[in-house]
């Protein structure tokens, strides 16, 4: 009788055999034994074999105004559904035409080669870099991930390397005293806090000693809430002219912040690099750059010690990962930016589970959603089918988060029902209370 070899079969019985023998040492703590699940083929979870034909089918693309952003279920003819997620804020209508406009070159391709389809995209469009495109990428780059994760039935970051931390750092964010105890309330030990006014108004050009001490005052009384041992970024957003900017930068150095967060305007990285040269605080950036050639540039200058790409904006998975590395040979650190959907949260966190050079990670903050008696929550209720738990001691562990296979989540079968009838979010206009004329966002 002819013995079945096939592949399938081999590697079933080869997993089988070694299962119990593979053991690496984890970063932190015991020692982590790895079981089948943990191999780049899991024989138990793949959804198909990896020999099997897969071809993308259709794409649909879901507007989340309560969240700012566009979710993408990317179809195939095995049944493996992809999700991810792309945005730019402010501009949902534009940027699913754009997701829209990919779905042509997609069609019949196959979705477990995300890194040859991102060079296509990307390298195929004329005009390169712009916001809308990198998001769109953004969003069919995330979903051709999740489906080579689910095929092969393991984690995306198994697909990345292997994990490099067994948990993952997350911060709140807060602009008063009482938010920042709400934050740590939440079980959060670092979070951000927001630097645009001072005394009901925006800033000017150069200001004067009232507003710097407002600014002062309200960071000083939020620093004697959370206490020394709270890590605590200040947000300048990009609101402040340069020169504003770096006198509240050395005012606020007593407090020892963990990072100034977008100092000024990120066109400007000439002078973002000499205004880091005066402070000894490190400067973080980077939420609306995009692509590893923008950050390429930061680095080169010096602008940046802290680098914040948001995977739904700078061109995905892909992307993330390769300005990950690139930041690693400049000794700079990851923070990345994720304040809008759950999805793109979670393909994040993927990928800094797999790189060394990770300070913490951002979460959604719901600044979009209505008081519509749902109950929505930054972690991904009523976003996901699992939403995700926070430890104790404020961090993501990948066990039981996101150690399923792909991004590990699933949509909520509500989710379509409770965005139904929310408008479009747009970002609030801001205007110089003195005379009228416009100031940055």
Same mark, same amino acid.
């Given at each position: 009788m002819k013995k079945d070899f096939s592949r399938r079969n081999w590697l079933k019985n080869m997993t089988a055999g070694m299962a119990g023998l593979l053991v690496t040492e984890q970063l932190v703590g015991q020692p982590i034994k790895y079981s089948e699940a943990d191999h780049t083929f899991n024989v138990n979870k793949a959804q198909v074999s990896p020999k099997d034909d897969i071809k993308i089918t259709k794409l649909e693309i879901i507007p989340v105004h309560t969240l700012r952003t566009i979710f993408v279920k990317m179809y195939t003819n095995v049944g493996i559904v992809g999700i991810g997620e792309g945005t730019v804020e402010g501009r949902i209508p534009t940027t699913m035409a754009a997701i829209k406009e990919l779905e042509k070159y997609l069609i019949g391709k196959d979705p477990r080669k $995300?890194?040859?389809? /991102?060079?296509?995209?990307?390298?195929?469009? @004329?005009? %390169?870099?712009?916001? #809308?495109?990198t998001s769109a990428l953004s969003a069919v780059d995330i979903a051709m991930w999740d489906i080579k994760g689910k095929a092969l039935g393991v984690p995306v970051y198994e697909l990345l390397g292997g994990p490099s931390r067994h948990r993952v750092r997350v911060y709140g964010q807060a602009g008063t005293p009482e938010g920042a105890q709400k934050v740590i309330d939440e079980g959060y030990k670092s979070m951000k806090v927001g630097v645009t006014s001072s005394r009901g108004r925006l800033s000017r050009y150069v200001e004067n000693p009232d507003f710097v001490k407002g600014v002062v005052d309200n960071i000083a009384a939020i620093r004697d809430v959370i206490g020394p041992t709270v890590d605590m970024g200040i947000e300048l957003h990009g609101d402040h002219s340069p020169q504003t900017s770096m006198i509240l930068i050395k005012a606020l150095e007593q407090f020892q912040p963990w990072f100034y967060e977008e100092p000024i305007q990120f066109q400007n990285l000439p002078l973002m690099a000499e205004m880091a040269k005066k402070t000894h605080i490190p400067f973080a950036t980077g939420e609306r750059m995009v692509t590893k050639w923008q950050f390429r540039e930061l680095l080169s200058l010096g602008s940046a010690s802290i680098l914040q790409p948001d995977i739904t904006h700078c061109g995905g998975i892909t992307e993330l990962k390769a300005i990950s590395s690139l930041a690693e040979a400049f000794y700079a650190a990851m923070l990345p930016h994720a304040k809008e959907g759950i999805v793109g949260a979670v393909a994040s966190l993927h990928v800094v589970a797999s790189i060394p050079n990770?300070?913490?990670?951002?979460? $959604?903050?719901?600044?979009?959603? $209505?008081?519509?008696? #749902?109950? %929505? +929550? +930054?972690?991904g209720k009523s976003y996901i089918k699992k939403p995700l738990v926070m430890d104790d001691d404020g961090h993501i562990s990948l066990t039981g988060n996101i150690d399923g296979p792909g991004l590990g989540l699933e949509l909520d079968d509500n989710l379509v029902?409770?965005? %139904?009838? #929310?408008?479009? /979010?747009? @970002? $609030?206009?801001m205007w110089d209370s003195f005379d009228g004329s416009v100031l940055d966002h």
């Amino acid at each position: 009788m002819k013995k079945d070899f096939s592949r399938r079969n081999w590697l079933k019985n080869m997993t089988a055999g070694m299962a119990g023998l593979l053991v690496t040492e984890q970063l932190v703590g015991q020692p982590i034994k790895y079981s089948e699940a943990d191999h780049t083929f899991n024989v138990n979870k793949a959804q198909v074999s990896p020999k099997d034909d897969i071809k993308i089918t259709k794409l649909e693309i879901i507007p989340v105004h309560t969240l700012r952003t566009i979710f993408v279920k990317m179809y195939t003819n095995v049944g493996i559904v992809g999700i991810g997620e792309g945005t730019v804020e402010g501009r949902i209508p534009t940027t699913m035409a754009a997701i829209k406009e990919l779905e042509k070159y997609l069609i019949g391709k196959d979705p477990r080669k $995300p890194a040859h389809h /991102w060079q296509a995209i990307y390298r195929h469009a @004329f005009y %390169r870099g712009g916001i #809308v495109l990198t998001s769109a990428l953004s969003a069919v780059d995330i979903a051709m991930w999740d489906i080579k994760g689910k095929a092969l039935g393991v984690p995306v970051y198994e697909l990345l390397g292997g994990p490099s931390r067994h948990r993952v750092r997350v911060y709140g964010q807060a602009g008063t005293p009482e938010g920042a105890q709400k934050v740590i309330d939440e079980g959060y030990k670092s979070m951000k806090v927001g630097v645009t006014s001072s005394r009901g108004r925006l800033s000017r050009y150069v200001e004067n000693p009232d507003f710097v001490k407002g600014v002062v005052d309200n960071i000083a009384a939020i620093r004697d809430v959370i206490g020394p041992t709270v890590d605590m970024g200040i947000e300048l957003h990009g609101d402040h002219s340069p020169q504003t900017s770096m006198i509240l930068i050395k005012a606020l150095e007593q407090f020892q912040p963990w990072f100034y967060e977008e100092p000024i305007q990120f066109q400007n990285l000439p002078l973002m690099a000499e205004m880091a040269k005066k402070t000894h605080i490190p400067f973080a950036t980077g939420e609306r750059m995009v692509t590893k050639w923008q950050f390429r540039e930061l680095l080169s200058l010096g602008s940046a010690s802290i680098l914040q790409p948001d995977i739904t904006h700078c061109g995905g998975i892909t992307e993330l990962k390769a300005i990950s590395s690139l930041a690693e040979a400049f000794y700079a650190a990851m923070l990345p930016h994720a304040k809008e959907g759950i999805v793109g949260a979670v393909a994040s966190l993927h990928v800094v589970a797999s790189i060394p050079n990770l300070l913490a990670h951002e979460l $959604p903050n719901l600044q979009a959603a $209505p008081d519509d008696g #749902v109950e %929505r +929550s +930054s972690l991904g209720k009523s976003y996901i089918k699992k939403p995700l738990v926070m430890d104790d001691d404020g961090h993501i562990s990948l066990t039981g988060n996101i150690d399923g296979p792909g991004l590990g989540l699933e949509l909520d079968d509500n989710l379509v029902e409770n965005e %139904r009838g #929310v408008e479009e /979010w747009e @970002f $609030p206009e801001m205007w110089d209370s003195f005379d009228g004329s416009v100031l940055d966002h």
